[in-house]
């Protein structure tokens, strides 16, 4: 086994050297580094050409900047190995990062696509150095939350792209193809996963820093939501008096979980068995505490649905619309099977 690691470099020298050699010294897991050069100025085509002519590195060179989405699938087509793992040049590895990051995915054969941990998941190396920062998840070895994944630094099994195919070039430079791939990898049954114990660094935004994020970011996510449903804050009320089992709200909730909705669930009776994902958060608590809760976000983080089939705390929300402000959903029988299917719109039910 081993895995093709794949980076598109423009310029960054310092960031690109950086990056390089940390994967030089933390990996050992068996890999091939694929540089995919866009275009770069003289001295970080020197630097990359010097280290291919050593064998250090396959080097592939265009004569212009085709963009990072481009560039990966350059990659993805010149790989022949079991994993792929995408990387941005303006990363830092730990020691053992890849192999971690393997071994989960090869103890769970339903995750497709892996995440290591990383300062863009909120594990930020404050008061630490990152390399001691990353010792101290080494206890969690194996273990994983799932989540939607992000294209920093990015595991793919070979499995996932032969169903899934290669990212979207219509996003042109980036942003929204990593979740535009994580959910087509959902809809042929994969999950993704963030692999605890290993840890990647992230500097954020060093690649785009010459071009206009706002409009890049404005053009791709009208692109994204055309195809895909826009992500909701919903709460979620699981009552005594409730007709579906708490394993029947799990798979519903980790659905629209998975497709990018954040869900605030309010429980009042019984604990709630559901798989780890950062846009499930459980409260809990009494009814009215929640209602309270509800009523007293502020308007950028109000609610826009919420689910309860217990008809009492249905019917109060309703009236209390005026102030919260969603829309109140009552009958989970009705729409049960469009909030089970997978990759099924959510708006409108």
Known sequence: MSCDIIIPAWNQLEYTKNCLESIFKNTHYPYRLVIIDNASEQPTRNYLQKLSEQKKIFLLCNEQNLGWIKAINQGIKISSAPYICLMNNDTLTTDGWLTEMVFVAENNPQVGI??????????????????????????????????????????????????????????????????????????????????????????????????????LKETNRNLFYSRWERPTRIAWFISKNSSFSLEEHSKMLLNLARRGHLIYVFLTKGELSVNEHPHIRIFKQPVLFSILKILRRKRRKRFDNIFSDDLRIADLLERLKSIHQAKVFRDFSKYREKLWRPGCNFQPL
């Open 114 to 215: 892996v995440n290591p941990s990383s300062n863009n998941f909120g594990q930020k190396p404050e008061g630490l150095t990152i390399d001691d920062y990353a010792l101290t998840l080494k206890r969690y070895h194996g273990q994983w939350q799932e989540l939607s994944a992000t294209g920093f630094c990015m595991l793919i099994k070979r499995e996932v792209i032969d169903k899934v195919g290669f990212f979207d070039e219509r996003y042109n430079l980036g942003y929204f193809e990593e979740t535009d791939f994580y959910l087509r990898a959902i809809k042929k049954g994969f999950l993704a996963a963030r692999a605890k114990a290993a840890y990647v660094y992230h500097y954020e935004k060093v690649s785009f820093r010459k071009f206009d994020i706002e409009k």
